[in-house]
């Protein structure tokens, strides 16, 4: 893994395929990390330079800073700041499970994004996202409580459980991929401190909505690539590919919100057709 500082701290990230290649952000969701593409990296096109940066949202392995800005606002200013760090240009973004990246451009700091990629993800009022979101948020109030969730989390037939992981993956996700996830965490003390930041977050969902609604702003090519899940819904894919001008929606059959997990090599095609007809 190589690191990034930002203002938050040390951001780990990995680097797949061309490194002289147009860049592919890929980014994961709450307690989750790089490791959420390992199914489906494979089976991406070559040509194209691949970051999956570790972002502090309780899967990643290196504790930020004490006195670093880990709400909603700050996170989505961590994706920002990674993409100067690099000095990324023409990125095609690609979002997953937590909306946040979907703020850059009502903050104005999407200028390095060329071409975006939103899977099921956290949109409009949508956050914490549907039950599992709220059940996981307040499973996250405390370091305690966090840390108990992670154990919990870590038992397949629990993890399978409907009010557990079972509305996020349809599919099991492997053992291998989620011990990768809690491993830190469970560990230090430090890394559930910022998840536990974070998920201190208040969310106004007039805010939420009017700052969702900015996409109207963001004028290039956009793949909404949705699925019929319990968690992130169906109108929600619609009412995005309708905001971005240049959007379109597409169905990953057969998945809940993990399309890369419950379906990496569809995803991965999808994701890959996109690229290449919408290259700069």
């Known amino acids: ?57 309780g899967g990643h392995r290196v504790p930020m800073r004490e006195d670093a800005d880990l709400t909603l606002p700050g996170m989505v200013g961590i994706v920002a700041d990674f993409l100067d760090e690099l000095d990324l240009t023409d990125v095609a973004l690609v979002v997953t499970d937590w909306g946040g990246p979907l703020f ?24 914490p996202p549907g ?51 809690v491993a830190a965490g469970l ?15 208040r969310f106004d969902a007039d805010d939420l909505i009017r700052a969702t609604d900015r996409l109207t702003e963001f004028d290039r090519p956009a793949l909404v690539l ?15 590919a309708d905001l971005l001008p240049q959007g379109r929606l597409q169905i990953i059959d057969d998945a809940y919100v993990l399309v890369m997990l419950d379906q990496p090599e569809r995803t991965a095609q999808a994701i890959g057709e996109f690229l290449a007809a919408d290259s700069p």
């Not at 850059?104 to 956050?127: H, M, Q, W, Y």
């Not at 870590?154 to 099991?172: E, H």
């Not at 949705?226 to 995005?240: E, F, I, T």
């Open 131 to 181: 039950f599992p979101g709220k059940v996981a948020w307040l499973a996250s109030r405390t370091t305690g409580t966090a840390w108990l969730a992670m154990r919990q989390l870590k038992i397949g037939w629990l993890r399978r459980q409907r009010l557990m992981f079972g509305m996020m993956a349809k599919r099991p996700v492997p053992q291998h991929i989620f011990d990768k996830w």
């Open 226 to 240: 949705w699925s019929d899940n319990p968690v992130m819904p169906a109108d929600h894919g619609r009412r995005l």
């Open 1 to 57: 893994m190589k690191t990034v500082d930002v203002t938050a701290g040390s951001i780990e990230y990995r680097e797949e395929g061309d490194p002289n290649g147009p860049p592919v952000v890929l980014l994961h969701g709450l307690l989750m990390n790089d490791s959420q593409w390992d199914l489906a990296l494979p089976a991406l096109p070559s040509g194209f330079r691949y970051l999956l940066p570790v972002l502090p949202l």
């Open 187 to 201: 560990a230090d003390k430090a890394v559930r401190r910022d998840l536990v930041k974070y998920c201190r977050t």
């Open 104 to 127: 850059l451009t009502d903050i104005g700091r999407d200028k390095r994004v060329s071409r975006l990629v939103i899977c099921p993800s956290e949109a409009f009022d949508n956050f």
